[in-house]
Every structure is written in C-alpha cells, then in structure tokens.
C-alpha cells in the first residue's frame, strides 16, 4: 500500500516540478524580452560612448551581458 501512495506522490511531484520550471521558463523571457527593449533605448543614450559603433552593435553588446545574467551561460 505504501508503494502506491509512493509511486502516485512521485508522480504528481513530477508533474508539478514540470509547471515550476515552465513558470521559472516563462517568467525568465519575460525579464529578458523587457530588458532587450530597454538595452534598445539605453543603446541610444550610449551612442556617444561608443562612437565607433553602431546602436545595433551596442544593442547586441549590451543583449548579450543581459542573457548571460539572466541564463547564467
């Protein structure tokens, strides 16, 4: 009997671990899609920092050190 109750525990465990990490996904693209529009405008602020490049070069650098803060990659 107790293997029962185990086996039905382990698997609802999985399945609310699945809707975590979708969550935990999801939330994560939100914070990243937000801050890619804002990389855009401070991009522009920043243009004459960087005179050498273009505001989508900056836009790319500045993505680029968000998604690794973010994703941890």
Do not use: P, W
């Amino acid at each position: 009997m107790t293997a029962i109750a185990l086996k039905g525990f382990s698997a609802v465990n999985q399945i609310v671990d699945s809707i975590i990490s979708f969550f935990k996904g999801l939330g994560k693209s939100l914070i990243f899609a937000r801050a890619m529009e804002a990389n855009y405008q401070v991009a522009h602020e920043l243009q004459h920092e960087y005179k050498n490049m273009s505001v989508a070069e900056i836009t790319a650098m500045l993505n680029a050190r968000t998604y690794k803060e973010i994703y941890g990659d």
